[in-house]
């Protein structure tokens, strides 16, 4: 995908694990995150927070939903049969990833 003609401008990866890799490939390749090409994941773990790797990435904020989930089985351990609806609203944790695209010349 790096070496294709035009090459994207961002990358997403599905987790921040992927897009770990994913830096790691487009540093190998010579570009540079995020002047030739910006990437952000999914998850935002306590790696993507660290100064040499500033990901990018999208909170999902899996402590609440833990603990949600942690409520509703004990919920229906205490014998609840109808059904329970959670929503958690993500958030976008922008850090050095990612930039503007390029200007195409």
């Not at 770990?20 to 540093?27: E, M, Q, S, V």
């Not at 909170?59 to 059904?83: N, P, V």
């Amino acid at each position: 995908m790096l070496s294709r003609s035009p090459r994207p401008t961002a990358i997403f990866a599905g987790a921040d694990q992927a897009a770990i890799g994913a830096l790691a490939a487009i540093h190998e390749a010579g570009l540079r995150v995020p002047e030739d090409i910006s990437i952000s994941g999914y998850d935002n773990t306590l790696l993507a927070a660290l100064p040499n790797i500033n990901l990018t990435s999208v909170d999902q904020d899996g402590f609440s939903m833990g603990r949600m989930a942690g409520r509703l089985l004990l919920e229906r351990i205490e014998g609840r049969t109808s059904a329970a609806r959670f929503s958690v609203a993500p958030k976008l944790v922008a850090r050095r990833s990612t930039a503007p695209p390029p200007s195409v010349a």
